[in-house]
């Protein structure tokens, strides 16, 4: 199934994730203005990604801002927002000059809690995403095949369970008015050199290395891979990166599963509340 | 003055500090080979910029890794190497096929222990780099308007002091085949939306100020800005953006130099430690 979400205007969304229904491409104004003066991708057309990434050291997070900045009202949109560095995003998105219209989540994190219930608090005509697997309250609900779009720009979901149940990597398109190199955005999934857990939240070990070898390690070898986190610093991978050196996802399926099922790691410490509360957009927010 | 290092034969360049001398640019084989699968900007020539930006957590320090992927040698080099991260950096290093030719420093840091020491003792050619204003040992001392060669494109270098007195900003090239927008590693001389004390080392907020001013700000807008630290979770700003939103650089000289002179910050707990080991390349090498 394959389903299109285009920025235009705002109020032609669904309010209420109960009353989301698959919705109209609508053609997007041309109007090219100036060249932004932001850190960004350029496309092989006039479209130009603004991307920033951003930290949360407290759970080693990584939070996604990518923005069309060369469109008239330059709509943006945050993935894996944290809830305790929302009025950093707002205020980098503020002075940036750009429209917010999602927040966005790969999956229910355990390790901390999504900022998109107090974003959708402080800024209005925000919707929260996350994919209908997930059980979780949002918005808008996506699956695999269905294109975000943001401006001339979108991102296209992958399922990639294994990790929870719900877990989906949002990657750049593929055409060529859109990123080269293309990006994924593919939460605890893929992690640089390892993935994550597999024991909590409907994880499967089996699942996850089918998610990964069929969703994320056939995207072209030049994709820059950007996980939800990263412990050692690392910043960014890429799919020819990962298909040599991880220490994980290389074994084949048999070893996989069997190093996932020996990890021995101990009890998420914020798994109850952050779940829980995760569930429920981050219970900042009563609707969603 | 300026002089170039062009990395080609690493046996033509200096093996002590003392006996350097201006280098003679080499010619370099156009040889291309295929686009690598690394994070990479491109430039409008067959030229690449393999780029990754790598976080130690304990500092805030960004170490920065730098190669031309498109050369025959791959070669590589750092700014502002952590000597506690080292093995991190050296094994990704390995893991990508590059040369690592330099370990360079943007000033003599208070925060952390310099990592060039510890990488000359365990890659062999690798020539520390650090500004000659800085009374630091290193094999290469560079001054404003060097140019420091890896393959096919080079960094240029900036005097920036007024945090430390040797405070050195490098930036990408200004020609049509090197990275487009140029990327400035300012080290602690400009932060995003902020800067670093000038109360040590022969700091002068005065100097720092015209440094920011007549050095930083005078690049292209767009040009990408990765500081030596964040630690509000940023990764990378512009030109463009601090000088709009930096809340100390945006005034004029008389208020910034208020605004540090006022700053009652506590005595840097690892100056003591930091500054006489970083003189000497990080204590780790007799030698520079």
């Known amino acids: 199934m394959l389903r299109l979400f285009h920025f235009n205007k705002l109020s032609i969304l669904p309010s209420k994730a109960s009353n989301f229904l698959p919705q ?95 974003i959708k608090s402080k800024v209005s005509d925000v919707k929260s995403v996350i994919s209908k697997a997930s059980s979780a309250k949002a918005d808008l609900y996506v699956e695999q095949g269905d294109k975000i779009w943001f401006g001339d720009l979108f991102l296209e979901v992958r399922a990639t369970p294994g990790h929870t149940l719900g877990c989906i990597t949002y990657v750049t398109g593929d055409a060529s008015d859109q990123p080269q190199p293309r990006l994924a955005f593919t939460g605890d999934a893929l992690l640089i050199r390892g993935c994550g857990r597999t024991d909590f939240q409907g ?61 021995n790691l101990s009890y998420p410490k914020m798994i109850d509340v952050a779940v829980p509360a995760n569930l429920v957009c981050g219970i900042q927010s009563k609707e969603s």
Do not use: C, W
């Open 203 to 263: 994880g499967s070990s089996e699942q996850l290395y089918k998610s990964v070898h069929s969703q994320i390690f056939t995207l072209p070898e030049d994709t820059l891979l950007y996980p939800a986190h990263d412990y050692k610093g690392f910043s960014v991978s890429t799919v020819g990166e990962e298909l040599q050196y991880n220490p994980r996802l290389t074994k084949d399926e048999e070893t996989f599963k069997n190093i996932m099922a020996n990890l």
């Open 24 to 118: 109209t491409p609508i053609s997007i104004s041309k109007t090219i203005y100036n060249r932004s003066q932001m850190g960004s991708f350029s496309t092989s057309s006039s479209s130009k990604l603004l991307f920033r990434q951003l930290f949360e050291k407290e759970s080693s997070t990584y939070t996604y801002l990518l923005a069309d900045s060369s469109h008239p009202h330059k709509p943006a949109l945050l993935i894996d927002p944290v809830d305790k560095t929302v009025d950093r995003d707002l205020s980098l998105i503020k002075e940036l000059g750009l429209k917010l219209v999602y927040a966005m989540n790969t999956h229910v994190h355990a390790d901390h809690v999504t900022g998109t219930g107090l």
